[in-house]
């Protein structure tokens, strides 16, 4: 299995992580019962496929010779291990944010069309989904990615909520028109009957050639594609999924 292409992450960074799983259950009390019809290292990496490619649980375990209960029960142990393990490579909001021109951006998680009651449809997207906020730097490095939002919420509201609009108070931030109203940099929108001055049409595409940026950071942190091709799990479940997934993509970079 070429592992890069398939997990996300390269074979060193793979036997790092099996080896911080192994370190954390070796500590726990021994599970009794049939041994475990795959090993350690293979469920690991079972894992990762299953959120670096959003295969159905059927599909992964035909690929690894178990069947789908058995995928259903090891995604649901390891899961909450591999966002243990790699909660040390999230940087903290405020640190990152420091000292930095920070470019920012929201995006969707779907869902699918599934009526929850919970706000998840958004109008501007036609679709069910969570909204996370995306900071980065002015070459596209990824250092933040936010807790998620109902995804009805406008992008300038789950700032707000998300606590990134103070974060962001004291350091010089670029962001699309949504944010128009906050202390970010954004393109200023043409009044009606009025033409923008070709200073304001120059600022705006200086500023757009800039944002190009986080739309390229959120397209690789969209390549878990369980973040990008719609989540079939349990709703309740997905904010957590999303803050595992993203400490995979700080693991991937090295931070």
Request: one cysteine or more; glycine letters at 8%.
């Given at each position: 299995m070429r592992y890069q292409s398939t997990t996300?992450?390269?074979c060193d960074q793979v036997d790092e992580l099996v080896w911080r799983?192994?370190?954390?259950?070796?500590?726990r009390a021994g599970a009794s019962g049939r041994p475990a019809l795959l090993g350690l290292y293979r469920q690991v990496?079972?894992?990762?496929?299953?959120v670096r490619q959003n295969l159905t649980q059927t599909v992964a375990g035909d690929m690894f010779g178990v069947s789908q209960p058995t995928v259903s029960r090891i995604y649901r142990a390891l899961m909450p291990v591999i966002?243990?393990?790699?909660?040390?490579h999230q940087p903290p909001v405020p640190e990152v944010f420091a000292r930095r021109v920070v470019l920012v951006d929201g995006t969707d998680i779907p869902t699918g069309n599934r009526t929850d009651g919970q706000g998840n449809?958004?109008?501007?997207?036609?679709?069910?989904?969570?909204?996370?906020?995306?900071?980065v730097?002015?070459?596209?490095?990824?250092?933040?990615?936010?807790?998620?939002?109902?995804?009805?919420?406008?992008?300038?509201?789950?700032?707000?909520?998300?606590?990134?609009?103070?974060?962001?108070?004291?350091?010089?931030?670029?962001?699309?028109?949504?944010y128009i109203g906050t202390t970010g940099i954004t393109p200023t929108k043409r009044a009606p009957?009025?033409?923008?001055?070709?200073?304001?049409?120059?600022?705006?595409?200086?500023?757009?050639?800039?944002?190009?940026?986080?739309?390229?950071?959120?397209?690789?942190?969209?390549?878990?594609?369980?973040?990008?091709?719609?989540y079939r799990g349990r709703l309740a479940e997905l904010p957590e999924v999303i803050r595992t997934?993203?400490?995979?993509?700080?693991?991937?970079?090295?931070?």
């Open positions: 996300g992450l390269d799983v192994h370190q954390v259950l070796s500590g990496v079972l894992v990762l496929v299953l966002e243990q393990v790699t909660c040390v449809y958004s109008g501007k997207r036609h679709r069910q989904g969570l909204l996370v906020q995306v900071g730097d002015l070459c596209g490095t990824l250092l933040a990615v936010s807790d998620p939002q109902p995804g009805a919420r406008h992008d300038r509201r789950a700032l707000t909520e998300t606590g990134w609009e103070n974060a962001l108070a004291e350091t010089s931030w670029i962001a699309d028109p949504a009957g009025k033409d923008l001055t070709a200073d304001r049409k120059a600022t705006n595409k200086v500023i757009s050639a800039m944002r190009s940026a986080v739309e390229r950071a959120i397209a690789h942190l969209k390549n878990w594609k369980i973040l990008a091709t719609g997934v993203v400490k995979l993509e700080f693991y991937r970079l090295g931070w």
